[in-house]
């Protein structure tokens, strides 16, 4: 059986978000900045991959 989020698009998102705001609450610049390279790239990759 497959869950919502079995998916490795909505995976590497989720990833992304969690850095993102871990930056964001730690007030840390590098996860904050790993988290949105990842955005970008998981953003990315759907769009090329998933017309």
Known sequence: M???FSD???RRIIAA???V???FV???VWPFG???WFLIT???LEM????
């Open 17 to 19: 978000v969690v850095l």
């Open 8 to 10: 490795s698009g909505v």
């Open 48 to 51: 090329i991959y998933r017309p």
């Open 21 to 23: 705001i871990a930056g």
């Open 26 to 28: 730690l007030e840390k």
């Open 42 to 44: 998981a953003g990315l």
């Open 34 to 36: 790993i988290g949105a």
């Open 2 to 4: 497959r869950g919502p």
